[in-house]
């Protein structure tokens, strides 16, 4: 099911930002070619790569400087750990990804 993110404009070539849906923290990484969307959290140790930084197409952990292609999620220190890309398209001007659906606990 696609969830609306932001509009498409709402962020500049270069930046990106952490975002909020269906309660689930998502980073969003707007590149000169493409938005890019991945889960919020760092592989290492799960803290919010939003509070890293973006700079040359690199992702950097705040906390441990693991860092990842902004395009691809692809680990550059070190190599082994990724980020996983959430399919995601731009329609009408939004941003949306295709998330999971919420499962409901069973009583």
């Not at 395009?71 to 949306?96: D, F, I, Q």
């Amino acid at each position: 099911m696609a969830e609306v993110l932001l509009a498409e404009d709402e962020l500049w070539v270069g930046e990106m930002r952490g975002v909020e849906a269906r309660g689930e923290r998502l980073l969003v990484v707007r590149l000169e070619q493409q938005l890019c969307v991945y889960r919020d959290r760092c592989p290492h140790q799960g803290y919010p790569l939003s509070e890293g930084k973006l700079s040359g197409g690199v992702i950097t952990c705040r906390v441990h400087e693991h860092k990842f292609d902004a395009a691809t999620g692809a680990g550059v220190n070190p190599r082994g750990s990724c980020l996983t890309p959430l399919a995601s398209r731009v329609e009408n001007g939004k941003l949306l990804v295709e998330l999971e659906p919420t499962r409901k606990a069973v009583p």
